[in-house]
């Protein structure tokens, strides 16, 4: 498939560059998510840090990060575990990137939901933040990753309804909730919706105390596309969860 007509190749491809060079976006990153990732979504540290407890301890430990971007989240993880990290992501940009940045015990491929394949029990965690909803049949890639994951193996999903998918009732009843189901795979998940609404008004405060740097830099599109962003912290609460809604799943082969 031709990558530039997929739902926003280029806007990526514009991303990963901006990421890379904006002084004023690493600083905004750190400053709303508690660390530099390159975020283009919601996964700040405390969620990030939920899924350490899920690495085990033993040698030889292989996470893959579905969507990884340019890779600083999975660095952070093998920073902190010593795993061999696994990523892709259809940005050409960010997996250049990622290659440069992260040279020891990594493997960091071009490719497409739904058209990548990784042998059969690769990994003991498989991570995918803000990313599930670009599969175009989310039953088969759930499907997928299942035969990914090694027999005790565990998938770790931060997932938003609201914007790309719509709200539906709870956590029970997403698109990533049946296809688990359909799947086999048993669940937990956990509902941040209130987290997520005090981390648009950080991401706001933020991007407004760096709005200068982001100028200086010739980024201010950046810099107005994160106000669009968080326009919701304009609303109440009890509207913003009436239309949005945050989960974190922990899923099991
Ligand atoms: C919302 S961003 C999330 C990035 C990162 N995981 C985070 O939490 O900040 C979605 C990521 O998925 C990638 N992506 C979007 N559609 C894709 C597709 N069809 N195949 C592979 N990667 C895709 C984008 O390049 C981007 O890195």
């Known amino acids: 498939m031709e990558k530039e007509k997929l739902l926003f190749y280029n806007e990526y491809e ?17 400053d709303s998510f508690g660390q530099d990732f390159s ?14 407890p899920y690495i085990p301890t033993k040698e030889d430990i292989h996470i893959l990060d579905v969507g990884c971007g340019n890779g600083k989240m999975l660095g952070y993880l093998q920073k902190k575990t010593g795993a061999f990290i696994h990523g892709f992501d259809y940005s050409q940009k960010a997996i250049t990137n990622a290659r440069g940045r992260f040279t020891q015990k990594s493997d960091f491929r071009e490719g497409i939901i739904g058209e990548i394949e990784y ?3 690769s990994f003991d965690i498989v991570v995918s933040m803000d990313t599930m909803y670009f599969s175009k049949d989310m039953n088969a890639f759930v499907g997928q990753i ?19 998918v719509p709200r539906t009732f709870d956590e029970n009843t997403t698109e990533l909730a049946k296809a688990l189901k359909n799947n086999g795979m048993n669940f937990e998940a956990r509902n941040i919706t209130k987290q997520t609404y005090e981390l648009l008004k ?3 405060d933020a991007a407004i105390i760096h709005k200068a740097e982001f100028e200086n ?3 201010i599109q950046w810099f107005d596309m994160l106000m669009m962003q968080t326009e919701w912290v304009e609303e109440p609460y009890r509207q913003f969860e009436k239309v949005m809604a945050r989960y974190i799943y922990v899923a099991r082969k």
């Open 146 to 164: 299942k035969r990914w994951l090694k027999p005790d193996g565990i998938l770790f999903v931060g997932y938003q309804e609201g914007e790309l």
């Open 202 to 204: 950080k991401k706001r």
């Open 217 to 219: 830099e010739g980024h």
């Open 119 to 121: 042998p059969d029990n």
């Open 39 to 52: 975020q283009d979504g919601f996964s700040d540290i405390e969620q990030i840090d939920m899924i350490l």
């Open 14 to 30: 514009e991303f990963y560059e901006m990421a890379e060079k904006s002084i004023a976006f690493q600083k905004f990153c750190c």
